[in-house]
């Protein structure tokens, strides 16, 4: 049964037939074609390629720009070009969106001795127990100039950062700076446990 007729209540209810068509995963194109009462054969191909396109570029979570969009449909049997695919994706409004690469920020020293987890992967707040567990980590932040990387200490028991440091390298500097603006703000009086990954940084002698 077709949802055409559904759509086209909508449509007079004044509704959005644009997120009628969404819910009814029919593409506005197939829809203003069969309303047209006599859409060419090229209309029709289209409205219909626009839904196999929709198809694929759902099934990939919205990653898939033209050219892979392309690729599946080819491999599907679908008999169309990619500049084709390229346009009806644009009346569509569909567009790929590239997956972020993982900028690593920090690499295991294959030397380094295997130390003990301390922290037993207790990361649960306790405000009795301030200045006890603290935790490093370094991530990156984007700028026009490029990569500028912050490293954080963060008391496990108030989940507050205590230290920080910020720098345009990835040198052991960057967390040694930012442990030692943790030590000033608390000044703790007994032994505190640091945890952090096996980056180089962290089991660095220095």
């Not at 995963?25 to 409205?47: E, L, M």
């Not at 030397?111 to 306790?126: H, I, Q, S, T």
Request: aromatic share 6%; glycine share 8%.
């Amino acid at each position: 049964m077709t949802v055409h007729p559904f759509i086209e209540a909508e449509k007079q209810a004044g509704h959005n037939v644009k997120r009628a068509c969404e819910l009814l995963k029919v593409s506005r194109t197939a829809f203003y074609a069969r309303r047209s009462g006599k859409p060419g054969p090229r209309a029709v191909q289209d409205a219909e390629l626009t839904q196999q396109i929709t198809a694929v570029h759902e099934r990939s979570r919205g990653t898939y720009g033209a050219p892979r969009v392309h690729a599946v449909l080819k491999q599907e049997g679908a008999g169309c070009g990619r500049r084709r695919v390229a346009r009806l994706m644009r009346a569509a409004g569909l567009e790929g969106r590239h997956r972020r690469r993982r900028h690593l920020t920090t690499i295991p020293d294959p030397r380094a001795a295997l130390r003990p987890d301390l922290v037993v992967r207790n990361f649960a707040p306790d405000c009795a127990g301030l200045n006890t567990r603290w935790c490093g980590d370094i991530t990156y932040i984007p700028t026009g100039e490029g990569w500028l990387y912050l490293a954080t200490v963060i008391d496990i028991a108030s989940r507050r950062i205590v230290g920080w440091a910020t720098a345009d390298h990835l040198r052991t500097d960057l967390v040694a700076d930012a442990l030692k603006m943790a030590y000033r703000q608390r000044r703790p009086v007994h032994p505190v446990i640091f945890h952090s990954d096996r980056g180089c940084q962290y089991t660095s002698q220095q």
